[in-house]
């Protein structure tokens, strides 16, 4: 998801590309403004935490850009890409590395790959099965050695 800093700043096409030039397919993608219910059950993990009331306000604050991205161990090639949580430690390269500066204003959120069931809860929260597109994209052979991605 592109945060409401980076839809604010025009980084969407941007973190758009970068996922795309990596070899990942965009399957899915809606242009919203989420409501106070929504973020809390999107951050409801992190409902007992101080930082809880200001992870729901700054993600209500503006548009966001949700996506769902496909490709071989995507999540965490995206979690990678995006790079640490605070973008003070974030590498050089890395979305948040590039762009974040503030470790609650941090650009990116992607689903956690630790958590084998956070990407279908969070796809769940955001979009409905009709949304996603399943098709193949015309460089599969040149990303991927064989066709079982």
Do not use: C
Not at 32 to 39: G, N
Not at 56 to 69: E, L, N, R, Y
Not at 120 to 132: A, M
């Amino acid at each position: 998801m592109a945060k409401p800093d980076a839809v604010q700043r025009g980084l969407t096409g941007e973190i758009v590309s970068r996922l795309e030039e990596r070899g990942l397919k965009l399957v899915g993608a809606k242009f919203m403004q989420i409501d106070e219910e929504l973020a809390h059950q999107h951050y409801g993990e992190h409902e007992d935490k101080p930082f809880f009331d200001d992870l729901v306000a700054f993600i209500t604050s503006g548009p966001v850009m949700a996506m769902v991205w496909e490709g071989a161990d995507a999540t965490r090639q995206v979690r990678r890409m995006m790079g640490a949580t605070d973008p003070a430690e974030a590498a050089p390269g890395t979305i948040r590395g590039d762009y974040g500066l503030d470790l609650s204003q941090n650009v990116i959120h992607g689903s956690d790959h630790e958590d084998p069931g956070a990407n279908e809860r969070e796809i769940d929260l955001f979009f409905d099965e009709d949304e996603l597109v399943d098709y193949s994209r015309a460089d599969e052979p040149w990303v991927y050695e064989d066709e079982d991605h």
